[in-house]
Every structure is written in C-alpha cells, then in structure tokens.
C-alpha cells in the first residue's frame, strides 16, 4: 500500500465518529456530572463548602471527559480510566465490590473501543 491509501483509510477513520457504546458511556458521564452538580449545590446551602468544591471538580471532570469521548479524543479515552480507577478505589474504600466489578467491565469495553481514539 502506498501513503495515500493509508491517509484515506486513516481520515474514513476518523469522520465514522465513536462507537455507541463510548456515546452511552459519555451519557452517563453526564449524568453522573449533573447529579454531582445537584450534590454540590445541596452542601454549599449544607455549609459543606469542601466537599462542594470535590463535587464540583468531579463534575468537571466527568463532564470534560464524557465530552472528548464523544469527540473522540486519546486524552478524553486516558481520562476515563483515570475517573474508572478513582471509582474503582473510592468503592473498595467503601466496601462495594460492585464499583470494582463495573468499573473492570468498563475498562475493558473502553480498551477494546480504543481505535477510533489512537
């Protein structure tokens, strides 16, 4: 194969968009934002104005993340395993084998949805 060839098969790559189930995930994603958006503004009229800037920075990052997914960005796809990996400790810490589990199942759908993000 020539270069040109590759360029073409790399650009049909990258216009096809992400795969559905990275959309589903960038949903939820941005669910899990709102509800954390919903969690801060409750402990800013808690007087809870720590743990409104935690929710507030967790927002963030999942809303940032569950877009570049969406936009299909490496960084975004590296983000994702890093919020997967906090989940994963924060529910051990917390004694749910539950966030464990799904947090697995994810990351192994994510690692093999990587192509459009590489």
Not at 35 to 49: C, K, M, P, S, Y
Request: without cysteine.
């Amino acid at each position: 194969m020539d270069e040109s060839s590759d360029r073409q098969t790399d650009d049909r790559r990258s216009d096809d968009g992400p795969p559905a189930g990275v959309v589903l995930l960038a949903f939820v994603g941005w669910l899990i934002a709102l509800v954390q958006i919903l969690g801060a503004l409750v402990a800013v009229f808690g007087g809870e104005l720590a743990a409104a800037l935690l929710l507030g920075v967790g927002a963030g990052s999942y809303a940032v993340v569950a877009w570049g997914l969406v936009v299909t960005r490496l960084w975004a796809w590296i983000g994702a395993y890093v919020l997967l990996g906090i989940n994963a400790v924060g529910g051990l810490l917390g004694g749910s084998l539950v966030s464990l589990f799904v947090s697995t199942i994810v990351g192994i759908y994510l690692l093999a949805a990587r192509e459009p993000f590489v």
